[in-house]
């Protein structure tokens, strides 16, 4: 499998994602499961069908596209990305006290690190992503590997992550985590997510007030034909001296907003409402 993941980073994108919408539909049309899933997604949020069928082979170029944005030589990915807001993201940096990264699960959001990399590391440092070891040993060792590429640093979820972070927060640097994930027992609260209780992640909430970094919301929006990626940064406010309960439901509305604009790219497929797993603390 790594082997063909390898080879696969050599096909140009436009096939890549080509393939990858095929997957999406296969995928959705051969498991009754993850057809399921999807729809009751979408009808919780009250999204017409229509409005979310594109995100079925959106969900398949997730997958493809991973070969090419992580094994691809930098020089070959730069002059697909484009920003657009990146003034946010400088004037955040120009602050000195770090900046909290949020991207969902929207669009390509494995696109956000190695853009960042590629235009801010140099000046910056290295942008560190919060991840979870994947259950697939080859698939893991591919994972770390992405994540600890020139420009980017890869923290667990653990106790030694969380202060990884803090530790790039305090010198300035960006820190990148997926606030629509559903975080280790223990480290969230319940809040409502399109109506219904979601467990929500809190380290996010607290790592900003505790540093005073500002929050950022990036979306990678997929560009059509394999012509790359557009990278959209948006100022995120929340009431953080309000308590965790209060800035989890703010942080989940923004979610559902931004969702709401792109319904064709969201993963309707991810299991936002399921219940939460005890993390390793070590």
Known sequence: MSMLFRWSARLPLAVLHMLGALLGWLAYLGSPTYRRR?????????????QARRAIAEAG?????????????RAQKLPKIQWQGVEHLEAALALGKGVVFMTPHVGSFEVV????????????????????????????????AARS????????????????ILKSLKQGRVVGMLPDQVPGEGQGVWAPFFGRPAYTMTLALRLARQSGAPMLVALGDRLPWGR??????????????????????????????????????YLWS?????????????
């Open 38 to 50: 999807f729809n009751e997604n979408v009808a919780q949020a009250g999204i017409a069908p229509r």
């Open 61 to 73: 170029k997730l997958a493809t596209e991973l070969p090419w944005l992580w094994l691809r030589p």
């Open 113 to 144: 690190p190695q853009a960042h990399a590629a235009r801010f590391s140099e000046k910056y440092g290295a942008m560190t992503i919060l991840y979870k070891p994947s259950k697939f040993a080859w698939l893991d060792d591919l994972l770390k």
């Open 149 to 164: 590429a020139p420009g980017l640093e890869a923290a667990p979820t653990t106790t030694g992550g969380v202060r990884m």
């Open 228 to 265: 790359g990626y557009v990278i959209h940064v948006h100022p995120l406010h929340l009431p953080l001296d309000q308590g965790d309960t209060v800035a989890a439901a703010a942080l989940n509305a923004a979610m559902e907003d931004l969702i709401r604009q792109r319904p064709g790219m």
């Open 270 to 282: 991810y299991a936002r409402y399921k219940q939460p797993r005890p993390e390793s603390r070590s």
